[in-house]
């Protein structure tokens, strides 16, 4: 339950808005392999490995023992006897790893049972969540007139309070948040191109955290949104996104995406993102047998 709740909480700081395009299969899945190289950035990180990386099956796999760090990114089969076959290997996996895993289904998936056969292999359905974009010219911005909100670059002597509040928010196991710590530190000494970290401030404390990946597909992808429970409803997510966006237009960055639940729609919403289509994560999170 808890590996189950992190989920939830982690996607809750990607993406969303009200206007949905009508999308055909092969936009959504042109959509899908734009973005997924986002998600596998984080897990390069974290130092999680491709395990099994063909035109079928994508799955990556770390030392922590966390849904996040093992999941498998892609799944295209042209028979249900192929993905059944494919679940009971990575199941198998998982079981000697003895760590839980993800599985992300997207839209027009093949075979098209692949979420009944996950079920039927014991992961649950966690969460469908959307996945929305912004053109930053098209972007609302809200003015936010409270001098007591500041957001600026994330620095060297703040990285333990950065994660004392992404840590708790998204659930991440002491490994994880190890992990986490090695690739901030790294980033923000050697001031990486690749990606930036920011944290917000409200009356002098660090309250809310936000990553922006840089042009990893010619866009740019956000991350790591969180504030502390008792900073919240105050604008810091707000004013953090707005930050995230006039960053990303000073980099020349035209349009960035993220995932969201309810949890982050209205913020989105009014910032201008445009959600493009739902997607679901199954978790397998038990070590029975697989049917």
């Keep these: 339950m808890q590996a189950i709740n992190a989920i939830r909480c982690f996607l809750a700081t990607f993406f969303l808005s009200s206007n949905i395009f009508a999308l055909s299969e092969e936009q959504v899945l042109h959509i899908v392999e734009r973005t997924r190289p986002g998600y596998e950035h984080w897990l390069k990180n974290i130092k999680a490995k491709p395990i099994i990386n063909d035109s079928q099956l994508i799955f990556w796999v770390a030392d922590c023992k966390d849904p996040f760090a093992n999941i498998v990114m892609k799944s295209s089969f042209n028979s249900?006897?192929?993905l059944r076959e494919a679940v009971k290997r990575v199941i198998a996996i998982a079981?000697?790893?003895?760590?839980?895993?993800?599985?992300?289904v997207a839209p027009h998936a093949k075979p098209a049972d692949t979420s009944s056969i996950l079920k039927t292999n014991g992961?649950?359905?966690v969460i469908t969540y959307e996945m929305v974009e912004l053109d930053i010219q098209e972007a609302i911005m809200i003015e936010i007139k409270n001098p007591d909100i500041e957001i600026r670059k994330l620095d060297s002597v703040s990285i333990d309070a950065w994660l004392n509040i992404?840590?708790?928010a998204?659930?991440?196991?002491?490994?994880?948040?190890k992990a986490c710590y090695e690739y901030l530190q790294s980033d923000v000494a050697n001031k990486a191109a690749e990606q930036e970290h920011y944290a917000g401030y409200f009356k002098g404390k660090l309250v809310t955290t936000g990553t922006l990946l840089i042009e990893y597909y010619g866009g740019g992808h956000v991350y790591d949104i969180a504030t502390v429970p008792e900073a919240q409803h105050n604008g810091m997510a707000t004013a953090m996104m707005q930050f995230i966006i006039k960053r990303a237009d000073d980099l020349g960055i035209k349009t960035i995406n993220l995932l969201a639940t309810d949890a982050g729609k209205s913020i989105y919403q009014k910032l201008g993102f445009k959600k493009l289509f739902d997607m679901d994560m199954f978790v397998f999170s038990h070590f029975t047998e697989s049917k």
């Design 80 to 82: 249900s006897t192929d």
């Design 95 to 104: 079981k000697e790893l003895q760590t839980p895993i993800s599985w992300m």
């Design 123 to 125: 992961f649950l359905p």
């Design 166 to 168: 992404v840590s708790p």
């Design 170 to 177: 998204f659930e991440y196991n002491s490994a994880l948040t």
